[in-house]
């Protein structure tokens, strides 16, 4: 981590059709563990652009804080994911290539640890990122993801791996742990217990 008073920069890139879940769930873990480790984290939105992104279903519009021009430099980014259908889609599509996939595979060449949560794994899977590591994703995207990282190894029944400078977990619910996994090795493990008594979550 940086020095005490200087909080990690977390940038949690939204896209249209992003799943409600994978991104409020660890996200919140990350709000709770600033109320108890004041200044631990400057965590914020980032998209392409600053316009309304429409998550799953167009069920709620978010407005990101930052585009990736002007957002501060990530220590460690969080990718959610989506729809596999979405996700699908976004791998053919040479607008989400050139501006979220460059830049986030960009931010993590030079240091960023990258956290992926269910299907946003998929989203990385025509990159090199995961190339010699062990990885996971939603099940039912597990046969995509290995078919798409031949150089990785892609593992089911768990909740989330590290890899140090890779965190890639399960679906949806599963990136609760693996947020309260990174807070609690990061900050320790009672305020990690503490987060997940106050989450009433029993993952």
Same mark, same amino acid.
């Given at each position: 981590m940086k020095q005490t008073n200087q909080p990690l920069n977390v940038a949690f890139v939204i896209f249209d059709q992003v799943e409600v879940l994978d991104l409020n769930g660890p996200l919140d873990v990350f709000v709770k563990a600033n109320v108890l480790h004041p200044n631990a984290y400057n965590h914020y939105l980032v998209s392409a652009t600053k316009e309304v992104v429409k998550t799953e279903s167009n069920t709620t519009h978010i407005l990101p804080q930052y585009?990736? *021009? *002007?957002? &501060?430099? &990530? *220590?460690?980014?969080?990718? &959610?994911?989506?729809?596999? *259908?979405i996700v699908m889609n976004y791998l053919q599509d040479q607008n989400f290539q050139n501006t979220y996939t460059n830049w986030i595979v960009a931010q993590h060449q030079q240091g960023a640890m990258l956290f992926t949560v269910c299907t946003g794994s998929l989203l990385l899977s025509n990159t090199a990122v995961f190339d010699h590591l062990e990885v996971t994703t939603h099940f039912m995207a597990i046969e995509a993801f290995t078919q798409a990282t031949p150089k990785a190894k892609v593992i089911s029944g768990v909740r989330y791996i590290d890899q140090e400078k890779v965190l890639t977990t399960a679906g949806i619910t599963a990136g609760i742990d693996g947020a309260l996994y990174l807070v609690s090795k990061q900050l320790g493990e009672e305020i990690g217990n503490t987060i997940k008594q106050l989450f009433e979550y029993r993952g």
């Open positions: 585009s990736f *021009d *002007d957002c &501060p430099t &990530p *220590d460690i980014i969080v990718l &959610p994911g989506a729809n596999p *259908d």
